[in-house]
């Protein structure tokens, strides 16, 4: 059983909204800490934001601050980010992560992670 499986990712014009999803087995999602990453085309894979159980664990990277939104669904087992007034440089593949122990915004933290979903924004 796969462990994470995103979606929602897809070709959107600049200013455009998009919703990514991450469904997780209920065995990591329980406790997990979940986050969201990215990764474009000759660059190393960057935090994008992060949730725990509760919201006041929220992080964001400054550079989608005030315009991207995590959040999770305890009862779908399933985290969201959504992505408002996207620009050309959000153009990535974004990847779902759970069950950090150590810095919330670092990759190798994340024990668990998803497949990957593209996301490209148009000018």
């Known amino acids: 059983q796969v462990p994470l499986v995103e979606s929602g990712g897809g070709l959107v014009q600049a200013g455009s909204s998009l919703t990514l999803s991450c469904a997780a087995s209920?065995?990591?999602?329980?406790?997990?800490?979940m986050g969201w990453f990215r990764q474009a085309p000759g660059k190393e894979r960057e935090f994008v934001a992060g949730r725990g159980w509760i919201a006041d664990s929220t992080l964001y990277a400054d550079s989608v601050k005030d315009r991207f939104t995590i959040s999770r669904d305890n009862t779908k087992n399933t985290v969201y980010l959504q992505m408002n007034s996207l620009k050309p440089e959000d153009t990535a593949v974004y990847y779902c992560?759970?069950?950090?122990?150590?810095?919330?915004?670092?990759?190798?933290?994340?024990?668990?992670w998803g497949q990957g979903t593209q996301v490209t924004v148009s000018s």
């Open positions: 992560a759970a069950d950090a122990s150590g810095s919330r915004d670092r990759a190798s933290s994340y024990n668990y």
């Open positions: 209920g065995r990591i999602f329980s406790t997990s800490y």
